[in-house]
């Protein structure tokens, strides 16, 4: 979407304040001069009166996150085992949050695709590492209960119920748990009640009685979701 169709579109809206409604959880809104496409709370393409428009995904690369910058950016991304690739006339660039891609259609100083990719191994084993070490504690059925003792990262809360280490976007914490074989009852716990389950005590007994299987799921879609952030703190390490 153009800065002029912009215009158009949120000329439409009932409420300014809210914007207007494009999708599920989607909304124009807008930021002085500019135009945003809201995602829930994020921003993830910002529509500038020069023609530009910056990307964002608020550290949230789901498909609906990826599907809603494809309808309505200026450049088509796609996912390669995780990665996101930004395609553009006449080439291909890493995806990375903050990026602004020019009023050509061509990103600004546009981030070579081979980037991540020893960072994003050096995770990717850390991590299967980590799950494969506390499934198999889960299936000794030694799986503790959350407490006041665990990483205070993992188990301290903000009022809204997010844990500190999300709220942070601090991922240290969790590359120290995996150097250190620290299985987190906290962290598990957290997972659980991201993904959802309407009976999270039901599945926490599960696991308690050696459900290694189930664990892996819970901890691999955990993991998937901080994938990048891990990758930025290797890369980082690296630097």
Known sequence: MKIQKAKAVFATARNKESGKPLANNTRLVKRGEAFAIRL??????????????ALNSGGWRTMTTKARINEFGPVGITQ??????VNYPGGQCLYEDGMTIGADGVPINP???????KPAKKAAKLVKKYIDGFCEMIRAKK???PSGGDCWHCCMKTKSGEALGDCTGDVSHLIAHF??????PSLLANAIL????????FIWGALQNGDGDLARRILRNYFGKRRQK????MRGGEA
């Open 179 to 184: 150097e250190e074989n620290y299985y987190v």
């Open 143 to 145: 799986l503790e209960n």
């Open 80 to 85: 390669t085992k995780g990665h996101w690739f």
């Open 40 to 53: 829930h709370q994020t921003d993830i393409v910002t529509i500038n009166p020069d023609g530009t428009h």
């Open 230 to 233: 891990l990758v930025d703190a």
């Open 194 to 201: 991201e993904q959802g389950y309407t009976s999270p005590g």
């Open 111 to 117: 981030v070579p695709v081979d980037r991540d990719k």
